[in-house]
């Protein structure tokens, strides 16, 4: 199996850029779409704030060459 060298990783970049991502999804205005379409984009919008959120609140650390992110449930 070939190794290859990695780029540099900053933990805390990977964060912050969840933490404005997750800032992004709550600011954006809801566009002029009506019925099923509006509810569908509200929905996605919740998991997108969620899904963001979530990283963006964890503790991350780099392990074993491996991305652990520690996130609270509660």
Sequence with gaps: MEVREVA?????EFVARFRER???VKD???PPVE?????????????DY???SLVAGAVAS????HLVLR????
Excluded: C, T, W, Y
């Design 8 to 12: 540099a990783f900053n933990v805390e």
């Design 22 to 24: 997750a800032q992004a």
């Design 28 to 30: 954006r205005g809801i």
């Design 35 to 47: 019925g099923e379409a509006r509810r569908a984009f509200i929905k996605h919008a919740e998991n």
């Design 50 to 52: 969620m899904d963001f």
């Design 62 to 65: 780099v392990e074993d060459e």
């Design 71 to 74: 996130i609270p449930l509660s």
